[in-house]
């Protein structure tokens, strides 16, 4: 008669452990998993950073549709499946809606730097997608850094790998490919929007080194596979 009683302790167990062991395993850290969401984890953050209106957390999960938002001397850094990242400087509102039907970061206002390892890793077929008030870049790796200097002007670099930069009204395509920076600035005139070269302003390679540092990831300035 012991063994009926025995079934009847364990079902409850197996039951409460199911239902613990996800917690654990998607965890707090910026290598936890959940199935089917290529989600970023905040990894990093100082000063005043929050995700729609509220304090953020150490492991908060980020997703799809959350607004991001820094404030002065303030920063945050996002991860995502460990293999990508994204630093968010001081006083920027982002945008991220990043799933398997679409990745894209609408950068309202501030800085945005990302070192992308392994795209493939954010799900889809899509090219991650980075847009400004007059621009847009098209992702395709590795290293990418974004000022939206105010509602009329932008900065894009391609730091490092292929980056397809769009003006705002679509009526200019490039298909940027650099091995050590290529830089543009797109602004809004009243006849539209002008593209213009950059130079290297407001970041650094030792700034991206330290970034890619952070997913253990080399960034091979001055080559650049096909």
């Known amino acids: 008669m012991r063994k009926p009683r025995i079934v009847l302790i364990l079902l409850p167990i197996l039951a409460l452990s199911a239902a613990i062991l996800p917690v654990f395993a998607n965890g707090s850290g910026e290598n ?6 290529p989600h970023g984890v905040v990894q990093y953050f100082v000063g005043d950073a929050s995700i729609d209106g509220k304090p953020v957390d150490f492991g908060q999960v980020v997703q799809p549709g959350d607004r991001v938002q820094t404030g002065s001397a ?7 499946n460990g293999q990508n990242i994204i630093h968010f400087a001081e006083n920027t509102i982002a945008v991220l809606t990043i799933s398997e039907n679409a990745k894209t970061i609408d950068m309202k206002t501030g800085t945005f730097a990302g070192v992308f390892a392994k795209l493939s890793a954010l799900g889809g077929t899509q090219n991650l997608l980075v847009r400004t008030p007059t621009a847009t870049g098209g992702i395709r790796g590795t290293t990418f850094f974004v000022k939206v200097l105010d509602q009329n002007d932008s900065y894009i670099c391609a730091c490092h790998g292929v980056v397809d930069m769009t003006d705002a009204t679509d009526t200019r395509t490039m298909d940027v490919r650099a091995p050590h920076h290529q830089a543009y600035v797109f602004k809004k005139t009243d006849s539209g929007i002008t593209v213009s070269p950059g130079g290297m302003e407001y970041h650094t390679d030792a700034e991206l080194n330290s970034l890619a540092d952070k997913i253990g990831y080399k960034i091979d300035w001055g080559h650049l596979s096909n």
Do not use: K
């Open 32 to 37: 936890s998993t959940i199935v089917g969401h």
């Open 74 to 80: 303030s920063s945050m850094d996002v991860v995502f």
